[in-house]
């Protein structure tokens, strides 16, 4: 212990910081690699039964009877259990409570589910599901954007929204959009499509629920332990307090663990009635339905510039599928028009966006919720502006950039902005400017912006996003706090602020995270807020205490250097009895005078830059990634080796969806749920990534930092299409860069016809008349209304 | 389906040898290896995926090459070494490939992890000296959806060092 380091004074400087900053370990490695670590079905408490859902095999049905008089026969059977028994609706929004636990009156995807068995065995359980005779009356299935705009041929999917199977619709203009066009040298438009893809975490979803003294726990694989706690307390009419919701330890995410599931309120209700611990592990064909994942997006774009390429108006309309349920969607469809302001200084925008229901699985939140697909078409938009032009579109990019500490139009205030110097670093490493041309051969460039977090709730309170309590006793500290550990480094970040704070090691802090008993509240792993928001709680519940043990050891005639973590920690118990501090964070009210206002605000952006370097096969089109630089304003590294971890999984995703990942169905069935036929990037496919970390400190975060795990995905689907334009003088103006794109592309240029392929057309959506909006004052810090 | 749910399956008394601890289990034929793993011997450090041979999560080694245990049924493998995560590290010792990934942030969840340590192992086993190249070919059947592999690989490559 006598090398234990002794408490800085000064230790809150950030000049003189110890362990923030240094490339240290994370605090649960040890554990992940030695197998140790407890996921949720590695757990099999005494007399657990095991359950399987029976799921829907089509796509669009009314139920007329559910018959589970056989299934209840077979030996090893403990109950089984539909959707008379669990009849609430939820959802992760409060605006959409869609979802049913298992549905009994109609199926709207395949793999809706719609029974339940808890069996001795898992087998039994299966079996029991095929004996369950179900009878439907098949309606007509809704497949694309296209279909769901039209009338419904039987029956729309969903009893909300319309007109036809019209989800939600957004309109919004900022600013003067009428002569931000008519003094424009240049306008041009273009329609663009991204493919659906799904998350794969590593881990299938599962949960197991105990229910003892009148008490429901449940462990679970998911993000955000406080939003299935909700789920649950509603739809198993319990008062909250009765539900315990326990973070397992967590095999992947995301975003595709972010809602509560069905299988999580089927547990908790199937050992509420057996008395006996029950498990549901999905299998791997279950989470390709389960999915949650990235909307197809259909968008078009219209932009107006300068002669020397300054954008005077940007008019930008998205079409998203968004499947059977609302999930995140009312979110995910105005986060496709909102960042659009956080990159490029836009003077009068105007966003009309549309989401539809069709009968696929709901899609929701994936790494980067619903600004990878606006981001593609804005990065290639401005490209192809800029050859218009004759202009080099990165400098037509730069002379668009945002500078730090403004207000966009649409009212988002950007504080630290480290754009150009994620540029510089990129182009320079990559030696973008100096390449040689040879066949084949191409660079593409790109930009992008992403959250520190969501400034606004899913339901709306003026209660703290995150809170952080910190307890000593005799030397020991132990952290509390809701945040989940994903992988992404949420434990380290909590543990290295603490510790940062005593004069200790990240090392030398115990955790409790996640756990709706035990821990106060943390919103979750989603939206990049667990560094800044769960971030600054440990940072205020640390300080506090800090403050009580310097105050016991200068009570006592010392001085900080002299004494041990030890000896400050008795003195201070000895002064104060027991030793407790808490912290808390909430966001800045940031939100414009506008509805609809609450999603995009954060309380700092992250910025990225990146450049793709590749060879595309001019017979095969089939595109070889040689390279990735990327440059990521990270505001301040807590721990540069995680936040590279962060940078380098996310340009893997970002080239997985790029290149190959695409959640297709036909017929209502997905054409490939397995890992063999989704195909996702191996070892072999992942070219080198070069990372660049860039520290602009932001004034808001904690010792600087903002988030790193989902910005740097954005920059790289449109730089591998600019690479591909750059390679080959074709666009691709639809993610996946499939080969066969590749090639009809070509074929087409070979004709003489347009060297692109992509969608020829953006629907005809009755968009309601705008809600009109006045620019904020340019005064950065004015005070923003509340919607 | 009831009379076949009801009929007695077949269970035969099989001997495992695994991390070098012989355990005789009575285990119906059909049950995977992964299955036995995790279930009658609670050796749950070996995950799995997919459970159908296509994200290598599940990886084991049987005589020290690398195994797809969902794949595998223990009457196959009697009398062959088995070794998993668990056997990996030498009592508190970490393996020099675990100590590794520790150190340069290798493992993020951690659900590929023991896979990967284990292919890696009978990588380093065979070839002292591999190539950047080699060890992604001796590794393309384990996917990771966290890191982008670029940590894998530099910790691969300085555990080979430190083991030459």
Redesign the interface.
């Known amino acids: 212990m006598s090398d234990r380091p002794h408490l800085s004074p000064a230790s809150g400087e950030v000049n003189s910081l110890r362990v923030v900053g240094k490339r240290l370990?994370?605090v649960?490695?040890?554990?992940?690699?030695?197998?140790?670590?407890?996921?949720a079905?590695?757990m099999?408490p005494a007399r657990t039964l095991h359950c399987r859902i029976l799921r829907s095999p089509h796509p669009h049905a009314r139920i007329l009877s559910i018959d589970t008089s056989?299934a209840k026969?077979?030996?090893?059977v403990i109950a089984v259990i539909t959707g008379a028994d669990l009849p609430v609706k939820f959802g992760i929004l409060p605006v959409t409570q869609d979802e049913r636990a298992l549905e009994h009156e109609k199926v709207r995807y395949v793999g809706d589910p719609i029974a339940a068995v808890a069996a001795t065995e898992e087998?039994?359980a299966a079996?029991a599901c095929?004996?369950i005779a179900v009878e439907y009356e098949v309606l007509e299935p809704v497949m694309s954007i296209e279909a769901a705009l039209a009338q419904p041929k039987d029956e729309r999917i969903q009893d909300y929204g319309g007109p036809n199977n019209i989800h939600k619709f957004v309109s919004l203009e900022f600013g003067d959009m009428d002569g931000g066009f008519a003094r424009a040298a240049h306008v041009r438009e273009d329609v663009f499509f991204f493919q659906g893809n799904t998350?794969?975490?590593?881990?299938?979803h599962s949960a197991v629920a105990t229910y003892v003294d009148g008490r429901v726990t449940l462990w679970s694989s998911t993000q955000v332990v406080h939003y299935v706690h909700r789920a649950l307390a509603k739809v198993l009419e319990l008062p909250m307090n009765r539900i315990r919701v326990i973070g397992a330890?967590?095999?992947?995410?995301?975003g595709g663990k972010t809602d509560p599931f069905a299988h999580e309120i089927v547990v908790a209700k199937l050992a509420m009635l057996t008395g006996r611990p029950v498990k549901c592990t999905l299998?791997?064909e279950e989470v390709f339905y389960a999915h949650r994942g990235r909307h197809p997006v259909l968008m078009w774009v219209k932009t107006g510039v300068t002669a020397d390429g300054r954008i005077t108006a940007m008019h930008f309309r998205s079409a998203l599928d968004g499947g059977a349920y609302g999930s995140y969607g009312v979110a995910s469809t105005f986060y496709t028009g909102a960042l659009q302001t956080v990159t490029y200084d836009i003077p009068a925008y105007k966003f009309e966006g549309c989401r539809v229901f069709t009968n696929k699985p709901p899609c929701g939140p994936k790494r980067g919720h619903g600004t990878p697909q606006p981001r593609f078409a804005i990065e290639l938009h401005l490209v192809k502006i800029a050859l218009d032009l004759g202009l080099d579109p990165v400098d037509l990019k730069r002379r668009n950039f945002v500078e730090p500490n403004t207000r966009t139009v649409n009212w988002l205030r950007v504080t630290s902005c480290g754009l150009e110097e994620c540029t510089d670093l990129v182009l320079r490493a990559s030696g973008y400017r100096e390449r040689q041309r040879r066949p084949g051969h191409g660079m593409g460039f790109a930009i992008s912006s992403y959250l520190s977090g969501a400034g606004t709730a899913i339901y709306w309170n003026d209660m703290p996003h995150s809170e952080v309590q910190i307890k000593v006793d005799r030397g020991g500290v132990t952290a509390y706090c809701g945040a989940m550990e994903?992988?992404?480094?949420s434990d380290s970040v909590l543990a290295t602020i603490v510790a940062e704070e005593l004069g200790l090691q990240p090392s030398e802090i115990r955790l409790v995270t996640a756990d709706t008993d035990t821990t106060p509240i943390d919103l979750g792993s989603y939206s990049s807020r667990v560094t800044f928001m769960a971030g600054n709680a440990a940072l205020e519940a640390a300080r506090k205490m800090r403050a009580m043990l310097v105050e016991a050891v200068e009570a006592a005639g010392r001085t900080y250097d002299e004494v041990t973590f030890e000896e400050a920690s008795v003195l201070a118990e000895a002064r104060f009895g027991t030793l407790t501090s808490a912290g808390s964070y909430t966001p800045p009210k940031l939100a414009g005078p506008y509805k609809g206002s609450g999603v995009g605000p954060s309380p700092a952006y992250s910025y990225s830059a990146c450049v793709v370097d590749l060879d595309a096969d001019v017979r095969t089109g089939l595109v070889t990634v040689n390279k990735v630089w990327i440059a990521h304003d990270v505001g301040r590294a807590i721990n540069p080796?995680?936040v590279?971890?962060q940078v380098?999984?996310?340009?893997?995703?970002g080239l997985g969806e790029a290149l190959m990942e695409e959640q297709v169905f036909r017929k209502g069935l997905h054409k490939w749920p397995?890992?063999?036929e989704y195909k996702?990037p191996?070892?072999?496919d992942?070219p080198?990534?070069q990372t660049f970390i860039v520290e602009t400190v932001d004034r808001e975060g904690p010792y600087g930092a903002k988030e790193a795990g989902q910005g740097p995905l954005l920059p790289v689907p449109p730089a591998v299409c600019a690479a591909v334009h750059d390679a080959l003088g074709v666009w691709i103006d639809e993610i996946p860069v499939t080969p066969e794109k590749v090639v009809e592309a070509l074929r087409r240029k070979g004709k003489g016809e347009p060297a692109r392929y992509g969608p020829p057309r953006f629907p005809d959506i009755p968009f309601p008349p705008a809600i009109k909006v006045e620019p904020p004052p340019k005064d950065l810090d004015a005070s923003t209304a509340q919607i | 389906m009831r009379n076949e749910l009801t009929r007695d399956v077949e269970r035969v008394v099989l001997t495992l040898e695994v991390n070098g601890e012989r355990r005789a289990l009575l285990l119906p034929v059909h049950k995977t290896l992964l299955e036995v793993l995790r279930e009658d011997m609670l050796l749950t450090g070996t995950k799995h995926g997919c459970e159908l041979g296509e994200c290598g999560t599940c990886t084991v080694l049987i005589d020290g090459k690398p195994e797809l245990s969902c794949l595998l049924l223990p009457i196959q493998i009697q009398g062959r070494a088995i070794t998993t995560i668990e056997g990996l590290a030498s009592g508190s010792q970490l393996h020099p490939l675990q100590q590794a990934f520790v150190e340069l942030g290798a493992a993020q969840c951690g659900y590929c992890t023991p896979g990967i340590l284990l292919s890696a192992r009978s990588l380093l086993e065979e070839n002292p000296h591999p190539t950047r190249d080699e060890i992604r070919e001796a590794l393309a059947g384990n996917l990771c959806r966290c890191t982008g592999y670029t940590k894998i690989l530099e910790a691969v490559e300085l555990a080979a060092g430190r083991m030459r």
């Open positions: 370990p994370k649960d490695a040890a554990t992940k690699v030695t197998g140790r670590a407890v996921y079905d590695d099999l056989a026969r077979i030996p090893g087998e039994i079996a095929d004996a998350h794969l975490p590593m881990e299938q330890a967590h095999g992947g995410g995301f299998t791997r994903i992988g992404q480094g080796l995680l590279e971890g380098e999984g996310s340009v893997y995703m397995s890992m063999l996702s191996t070892f072999l992942t080198e990534i």
